[in-house]
């Protein structure tokens, strides 16, 4: 069975451009980019051009990239950066939509150091509530850590206001750019954020290797305590295949971010526009202008989501649901209850997250597949009654 693969905010397929410039560096090109030798050098100096891509796609300098184990050790070197740096400040704000690399971290330091965290609502659209923000800001504040786009709803926070405000006050600013990265461009100087987090497996390169952006000029305390690597930001021998990896994968995505604002943007619109129309009781979550160009998360009135994953997996469709069911809860996501979304469409919430990989067909299959699928749970629902959620 063909697989119809939607749920790239989750990870992507690794691109072909990227594996074949790994490969040479997986086999006979072991040596260790610190090494006196020209061998050791050789893969030092192909480290050093992937260090200039990745710069180059964000606009930063090659020595303000920090490579990591993934886009969580990201966020956390950037926090334990901020707290080093300013030990006497112990308020922290972030939102109450975070991915869990920057949710549960505040939480460990609201209980465990005492923390003061200010979690700035969203509204029913998923957008951040700036007065209160702004308000929260204040000397004792030792950093502001805001995701650029949430991964569920795709909702885009103004961060290059964020940053400007910031900044004004002196309070360190840092973005988790995870989802951003490949879909809307990004320029580090422009926005002139602090610190800014990406993972690779985001954006068509492997698992296991993520990118802090560190400004020049911040004194950074390194998290990964140990060697010199990364101008000693980051202890450990390099990850080096998967630092290769990732450039190759950062000079595609610069290439493709115009697809990603025309063909991927009217594959999502045209996938949403039919379900809306085809399927009563839908809405989608999330504002629909401020919002990433690939994400779709749509909820459907009186559904589990978990149910229509399941028949949408049997039709070899991949997707993803609301509904933590993987911790074992019954609650759904902490985004749509941030939201305020209705408990019984907050269940039936289904994200598709789309790369420049899909196609016009695929969407058609999603389509003509999920129709029925919903129509038969809501066959079986008993909070749904003559075409309607009861
Ligand atoms: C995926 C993701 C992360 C975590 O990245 P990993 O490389 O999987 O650790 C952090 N933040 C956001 C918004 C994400 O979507």
Redesign the pocket.
Known sequence: MEIVYTDN??TTKVADEVIKEMLPYFGELYGNPSSMHTFGDQVGKKVKEARQRVADFINADPDEIVFTS????S?NAAINAAIKAFPEKKHIITSNV??P??NNLYKHLQKTMGYEVTFVPVDKKGLLDLDLLYKSMSDNTAIVSL?W???ETGVLFPIEEIAKKANEKGILFHT?A??AMGKIPIDVKKTGVDML?F????IHAP?GI?VLYVKKGFKFSPFLIGGHQEKGRRGGTENTVSIIGLGKACELARKNLPIMNTRVRELRDYLQTQLLEKIPGSSVNGDLEQRLPNTLYIGFDAVEGESILLMLDREGICASSGSACTSGSLDPSHVLMAMKVPFKSAHGSIRFSLSHYNTKEEMDIIITTLVPVIQKLRDMSPFWKDGKMV
């Open positions: 905010n989750a993934c886009g969580t050790e966020d975070e991915h690399a920057i995701m786009a949430n991964n988790d995870v989802q987090s993972s690779g497996h985001k698992k993520g």
